[in-house]
């Protein structure tokens, strides 16, 4: 009987996430892939059950497939009362939610990519007077006299020019060498309010509540633990300060490892949210802000969220 298969297939929780989020708008695997955290294969198995039952359809867009919800004759009454229901019964439909809401966001980013690959030639041709280092410090300027916490420094290119303008500046990196070098280039230069500090990010050396601003620059995926790493920036932070990251979008490179020291082969956007929000951080702002042309095509992901008051 056809409404005891509809009811064997309603009857997983995972295969309702994914009809709940193919009512709302029309998704390919990677898009399910990132909201949902679950493996390509997996993915692609439940969808061709789905669709043998013509409870999904899909469309070609390009090199991928969308994938939409469809109603089989006679299974809307059923349907309906699954979807409705599974709100409150899927403890997952909340993050799934916010995942689709990222999605659809990268999804606007393409019409920002096209217009950067249409007319943006900065950075590619010489200028004289054009520079990202000249761009860098112009906006730098506009920003307010503030502590400033440098986690992961490493030699401190960021830190310096951060120092130009900020009350102070507290650079933080696990490796002697690192805070040898870049306290050395500070004292050289005569940088008074940049102060370099041996620790881990999960364990940073700086007073509670000390600093009105964090940066983690490429320094999330390699914390053993993530999730502390952050409740440290939370830590640190004052009321109404902001944590600003600049992070690997999620990759299958696994040689990162071995290469440049990486735990974590970075995060997808919705990965990295649930870790703010863990952490207590409110205002979050997520977005891929870079990719670099060559292989294996890098993508850098951007988060900016708030301590509230």
């Known amino acids: 009987m056809e409404v005891l298969k509809w009811l064997r297939l309603l009857g997983d929780p995972s295969r309702v996430r994914i009809l709940r989020l193919l009512a709302r708008e029309e998704l390919s695997v990677a898009d399910l892939q990132e909201i949902l955290g ?16 013509e409870f999904v359809e899909a469309r070609r867009l390009g090199q991928k497939s969308l994938y939409r919800l469809m109603v089989p004759m006679g299974a809307k ?14 403890h997952e439909a909340a993050q799934d939610d916010e995942g689709l809401r990222l999605v659809l966001a990268r999804r606007k980013d393409h019409l920002r990519s096209y217009f950067d690959g249409l007319a943006g030639r900065f950075g590619r041709n010489y200028v004289p007077g054009r520079s990202w280092k000249a761009l860098a410090e112009m906006l ?24 130009q303008t900020a009350e102070k500046v507290i650079a933080v990196d696990s490796s002697s060498k690192m805070v040898e070098y870049g306290s050395g280039v500070a004292e050289r230069n005569g940088i008074a ?22 940066l983690l620059h490429q320094t999330l995926h390699h914390a053993l633990h993530p999730a502390q790493a952050l409740a440290e920036a939370w830590r640190i932070l004052r009321p109404g300060g902001r944590v600003v990251l600049l992070d690997l979008h999620k990759h299958d490179v696994e040689e990162a490892r071995d290469l440049y020291g990486d735990v974590w082969l970075g995060f997808s956007q919705a990965e990295l ?28 992901l951007m988060a900016i969220a708030e301590k509230p008051v």
């Open 273 to 300: 949210l649930t870790l703010l929000q863990g952490a207590k951080f409110t205002q979050i702002t997520l977005s891929i802000v870079d990719k670099t042309p060559e292989p294996p095509h890098f993508e850098t």
């Open 193 to 214: 309010n940049l102060e370099y500090r041996l620790g881990d990010m999960e364990e940073v050396p700086i007073e509670t509540e000390a600093v009105d601003m964090v």
């Open 140 to 163: 730098l300027r506009l920003l307010p006299p503030l502590v400033i916490a440098d986690i992961g420094a490493g030699e401190g290119t960021l830190a310096l020019l951060l120092a």
């Open 38 to 53: 679950m493996g390509q294969s997996r993915i692609s198995m439940q969808l061709s059950q789905l669709k043998q039952a």
């Open 77 to 90: 009454a059923i349907l309906d009362e699954v979807l409705e229901k599974c709100d409150t019964e899927i």
